[in-house]
């Protein structure tokens, strides 16, 4: 079980815009900035956000990310079918001295 | 064009043994962290192992504590990971990672990027 928790599931028409969220506690997303990672089909995780609202160069500003004391979201609107993918939230944990990262939330468009 | 490229993964009895490599292109090893994340089949992102630009600092997964070691050589632009005392549940597509922003992550914003392609690794009878 994931400590970052996302919802399994997401889905919305073209288009429109949709908001994933992932939240956690004082020891991970209280403290420590989050990151973004999309993975498409049959492909490996690649960066979305960084530092809880960076977009790296590449990334369409359709997508962008927020936090707010131990919850992050990542919005995208304008959706497309081409967003079809798994999302997942990451951050740095104090008391684990390590990663975690979120269960993932599928995208369906 | 920086790039990541793992191999080294396959089929491994349970208790059995297995090193990963990683070998990276176009960026000086030697001013970056890398990490090795892991997805098994049909499942979400787990961390495993991150090692700092002179190994002076790693860390582990408390999963893979005390059987899987992280290592690196800046010569050969390569990090490794050594996996002893394999069970079913390490069965996963193994990815290396890159990290950017500061080295370590409790002292700044850091992030991954970007992953090699993975290797699979399967462990079963």
């Known amino acids: 079980q994931s400590v970052l928790t996302q919802p399994p599931s997401a889905s919305e028409t073209p288009g429109q815009r949709l908001t994933i969220s992932c939240s956690g506690s004082s020891s991970n997303i209280g403290s420590n900035t989050v990151n973004w990672y999309q993975q498409l089909p049959g492909s490996a995780p690649k960066l979305l956000i960084y530092t809880n609202n960076q977009r790296p160069s590449g990334v369409p500003d359709r997508f962008s990310g927020s936090k707010s004391g131990t919850s992050a979201s990542l919005a995208i609107s304008g959706l497309q079918s081409e967003d079809e993918a798994d999302y997942y939230c990451a951050a740095w944990d104090d008391n684990l001295n390590g990663w975690l990262f979120g269960g993932g939330t599928r995208l369906t468009v | 064009e920086v790039q990541l490229m793992e191999s080294g993964g396959g089929l491994v009895k349970p208790g059995g043994s297995l090193r990963l490599s990683c070998a990276g292109s176009?960026?000086?090893?030697?001013?970056?962290?890398m990490d090795w994340v892991r997805q098994a089949p049909g499942k979400g992102l787990e961390w495993v192992s991150s090692?700092?630009?002179?190994?002076?600092?790693?860390f582990y997964a408390d999963s893979v504590k005390g059987r899987f070691t992280i290592s690196r050589d800046n010569a050969k632009n390569s990090v490794y990971l050594q996996m002893n005392s394999l069970r079913a549940e390490d069965t996963a597509v193994y990815y290396c990672?890159?990290?950017?922003?500061?080295?370590?992550?409790?002292?700044?914003?850091?992030?991954?990027?970007?992953w090699g392609q993975g290797t699979l690794v399967t462990v079963s009878p």
């Open positions: 176009g960026f000086p090893s030697t001013r970056y962290a």
């Open positions: 990672v890159r990290v950017r922003g500061q080295q370590l992550a409790r002292v700044g914003p850091n992030w991954f990027d970007p």
């Open positions: 090692i700092t630009q002179s190994s002076s600092y790693i």
